[in-house]
């Protein structure tokens, strides 16, 4: 058994209480109640217990002569001798612990005259010491970090390194950054030795596991796989590259080069097969175009119509589709052609699922099934919808019509203009006619980035196939 140290309280009750002086000042129950208050002052500072006996000493008198109150000029010379936030730790921590001495006496109701204020200087003033003291430890701890990262690096051995369950990359018990997919983003240094050394530390630590991901990967099956609507091609549900001008890009840049490289035409396999699923319609007419099956204007209209990037202005073509015979014009229907009253297109590319692949292959309106027209962007089966609601009204446009196409007033009249469409005669209801040779609206070539040019990126032409010379459009 032994017996249990006094407290700090204790220990300066009995040394205070054994001073005459202060023995006098305590008669009575108040007096010796405000002795054992001040006694209870804690020790922030851990310093030696005389300076602390003096502390308390100090406030004691200062609490029991004169008004009985700690001097406002006494806690401001205190305050201005600690409002500094210079110095190394040690110096900064003993400043911060005797600031908490100043809070603690402030505290006290009945201690100071203001006791408010300061509580607030004082609180601000412990803010900026923490703040401080916080930023120097950790300067502390990231240079023993790069110490260790340094000497790890002139180790021939195994580096000591782990990568946890949410990508957290450890390097001799420090982190050095985060692994995701197959892409390592490095932790951030305060220096160019620390950048260097979490560099190199990261490098040897990662390489393994990126070279253990990326042979995963490249033998991984489509299921595993997605792609995004802003054209990010997924692995497990983390980014693993991006597809860009109908290439993908791995993320990252870890790994020896023909191993990336089979990653790479993994992903892009992956793509091909997902193109040819979602977008069926555009594989059966370029599989018709390769095998000879479209001859003529058939032929020209259809390689017309994948440049377009699948949606083309009628009035382009509008000569040739006069020209076609029944065989022809049948063989095009078959082929998932429709033959609109304002548009050429692809029904089966304008699936929610068609569209959301063919928007990640590119940009390009077309991509989304629209047509620029009359300054806006129009679904080219919301024209066709109107082709129905102009017929149905004798060629007016009520307003429960337009409505149902989602247009103001404004967009309807461009939209009809821009068409070939004029008023016959003034007054309401406005009956339209079709100028007798509606001139088609100068074509939008389909960028590189299309598509259909991002999926013919992905896929190796087979050899001996030469690809068919482009028609003139005619105009009529």
């Known amino acids: 058994m032994k017996l249990s140290e006094e407290s700090l309280d204790e220990i300066t009750l009995k040394a205070l209480a054994g001073e005459p002086e202060i023995a006098a000042r305590a008669k009575g129950r108040g007096e010796l109640h405000r002795l054992w208050e001040v006694c209870q002052t804690p020790d922030f500072r851990k310093i030696a217990s005389d300076e602390h006996l003096r502390l308390v000493r100090t406030l004691h008198g200062q609490l029991t002569t004169g008004r009985r109150k700690v001097p406002e000029d006494w806690m401001a010379g205190q305050f201005k001798a600690l409002d500094r936030t210079d110095g190394e730790i040690d110096a900064l921590a003993q400043r911060l612990a005797s600031v908490r001495t100043l809070a603690y006496v402030a505290n006290r109701p009945d201690w100071l005259a203001d006791p408010g204020h300061w509580q607030g200087v004082t609180r601000k003033l412990e803010d900026r010491l923490s703040d401080t003291l916080h930023e120097k430890l950790m300067a502390r701890f990231i240079d023993r970090r790069t110490s260790a990262l340094m000497r790890s690096l002139g180790e021939r051995g195994e580096v000591l390194a782990g990568v946890a369950a949410d990508?957290?990359?450890?390097?001799?018990?420090?982190?050095?950054?985060?692994?995701?997919?197959?892409?390592?983003?490095?932790?951030?240094?305060?220096?160019?030795?620390?950048?260097?050394?979490?560099?190199?530390?990261?490098?040897?630590?990662?390489?393994?596991?990126?070279?253990?991901?990326?042979?995963?990967?490249?033998?991984?099956?489509?299921?595993?796989?997605?792609?995004?609507?802003?054209?990010?091609?997924?692995?497990?549900?983390?980014?693993?590259?991006?597809?860009?001008?109908?290439?993908?890009?791995?993320?990252?840049?870890?790994?020896?080069?023909?191993?990336?490289?089979?990653?790479?035409?993994?992903?892009?396999?992956?793509?091909?097969?997902?193109?040819?699923?979602?977008?069926?319609?555009?594989?059966r007419l370029e599989e018709a175009m390769a095998d000879g099956e479209l001859k003529g204007l058939a032929r020209g209209i259809t390689h017309q119509l994948i440049e377009a990037g699948g949606v083309l202005d009628r009035r382009i073509v509008d000569t040739d589709l006069r020209a076609l015979s029944q065989h022809e014009r049948r063989t095009l229907r078959s082929l998932g052609v429709r033959i609109g009253a304002f548009s050429v297109f692809l029904p089966g590319l304008l699936t929610p699922e068609a569209i959301a692949h063919a928007s990640a292959l590119s940009d390009a309106p077309a991509a989304r099934g629209l047509r620029a027209v009359g300054g806006h962007l129009v679904r080219v089966d919301t024209l066709e919808r109107l082709d129905e609601l102009l017929r149905a009204g004798q060629m007016t446009l009520s307003d429960q019509a337009r409505e149902e196409l989602g247009w103001s007033g404004r967009q309807a009249n461009a939209i009809l203009r821009s068409l070939g469409f004029v008023p016959a005669r003034k007054g309401e209801p406005v009956v339209w006619r079709r100028r007798s040779a509606p001139k088609a609206e100068k074509p939008v070539e389909a960028p590189p980035h299309s598509p259909f040019a991002a999926l013919a990126a992905l896929k190796t032409s087979p050899p001996g196939k030469r690809r068919p010379r482009r028609r003139k459009a005619r105009t009529a």
């Open 167 to 283: 990508g957290s990359v450890t390097v001799e018990g420090h982190y050095v950054g985060k692994l995701e997919g197959v892409r390592f983003e490095p932790a951030k240094g305060s220096t160019t030795l620390e950048e260097k050394a979490l560099r190199g530390a990261a490098q040897r630590a990662v390489a393994p596991e990126i070279a253990r991901r990326l042979g995963k990967l490249a033998a991984e099956p489509d299921e595993v796989f997605a792609l995004s609507p802003d054209g990010v091609v997924l692995w497990r549900g983390e980014a693993a590259g991006a597809l860009r001008g109908g290439k993908v890009r791995l993320y990252g840049e870890l790994g020896h080069a023909a191993a990336r490289e089979r990653a790479v035409r993994r992903l892009e396999a992956f793509v091909a097969g997902e193109s040819a699923r979602r977008l069926g319609s555009l594989r």
